[in-house]
């Protein structure tokens, strides 16, 4: 018979998609707020994968803790198929939420501990491709500046004529991490 006064722990389960839980609105939320005003570097897939990797590593060392001081618990299934295919997904599932979350904290922390200076930069655009997102038409357009290559998503039906060579002035703030946001309208640049 077991004692009823044993207070049971919380099982790890809610604990690994607690990255998850966090970092989606804060994804949505970053994603909202910037969508519209700014200017992306591209940025390199080593570097993404890196601070994943780093946010994984930083998780898992305070899921270890919380076992090693018994303060959560560890079940595993019974069968050693099904152990080895349960650890498998936790740390697939592990990677994707502090993925999510790093995500969520780059695009947040970005806009909200921007430059508080503006400044005026000249964009020449060198790339552009159409597709379409949410419902609506649009332009992925790939813009020069002092030798930094910047992304923007535009509407097709606020610049139906940009074309590569245009030229744009911008009023930008500075990123935290990197990039720019706009803080009026691009306006073009006659010749």
Same mark, same amino acid.
């Not at 519209?36 to 994984?56: G, K, V, Y």
């Not at 019974?78 to 740390?91: D, E, P």
């Not at 400044?119 to 002092?146: C, D, H, P, Q, W």
């Not at 992304?151 to 002035?169: F, L, N």
């Given at each position: 018979?077991?004692?009823?006064?044993?207070?049971?722990?919380?099982?790890?389960?809610?604990?690994?998609?607690?990255?998850?839980?966090?970092?989606?609105?804060?994804?949505?939320?970053?994603?909202?707020?910037?969508?519209?005003?700014?200017?992306?570097?591209?940025?390199?897939?080593?570097?993404?994968?890196?601070?994943?990797? $780093?946010?994984?590593?930083?998780?898992?060392?305070? &899921?270890?803790?919380?076992?090693?001081?018994?303060?959560?618990?560890?079940?595993?299934?019974?069968?050693?198929?099904?152990?080895?295919? $349960? &650890?498998?997904?936790?740390? &697939?599932?592990?990677?994707?939420?502090?993925?999510?979350?790093?995500?969520?904290?780059?695009?947040?922390?970005?806009? $909200?501990l921007?430059?508080?200076s503006?400044?005026?930069?000249?964009?020449?655009?060198?790339?552009?491709?159409?597709?379409?997102?949410?419902?609506?038409?649009?332009?992925? &357009?790939?813009?020069?500046?002092?030798?930094e290559?910047?992304?923007?998503?535009?509407?097709?039906?606020?610049?139906?004529?940009? $074309?590569?060579?245009?030229?744009?002035?911008?009023?930008?703030?500075?990123?935290?991490?990197?990039g720019?946001?706009?803080?009026?309208?691009?306006?073009?640049?006659?010749?």
């Open positions: 018979m077991t004692d009823q006064t044993e207070i049971k722990k919380p099982r790890l389960h809610p604990i690994i998609i607690f990255p998850f839980l966090l970092g989606t609105p804060l994804a949505i939320i970053g994603g909202v707020r910037t969508d519209d005003i700014f200017l992306e570097p591209s940025r390199s897939f080593t570097t993404e994968i890196l601070a994943t990797l $780093s946010l994984s590593l930083l998780y898992i060392a305070v &899921i270890s803790a919380l076992l090693i001081h018994d303060k959560i618990k560890f079940e595993l299934p019974h069968t050693q198929t099904k152990r080895i295919l $349960s &650890i498998v997904l936790q740390l &697939i599932l592990l990677f994707v939420s502090n993925s999510i979350l790093g995500i969520g904290l780059w695009v947040n922390l970005n806009y $909200s921007r430059s508080s503006e400044k005026s930069i000249e964009l020449v655009v060198t790339a552009k491709t159409a597709y379409r997102t949410k419902g609506r038409k649009t332009y992925l &357009i790939n813009f020069t500046s002092n030798a290559v910047l992304r923007r998503e535009v509407s097709r039906k606020d610049y139906p004529t940009i $074309s590569v060579g245009d030229k744009y002035a911008a009023t930008v703030q500075e990123g935290y991490f990197e720019y946001f706009l803080t009026k309208p691009m306006n073009k640049i006659k010749n």
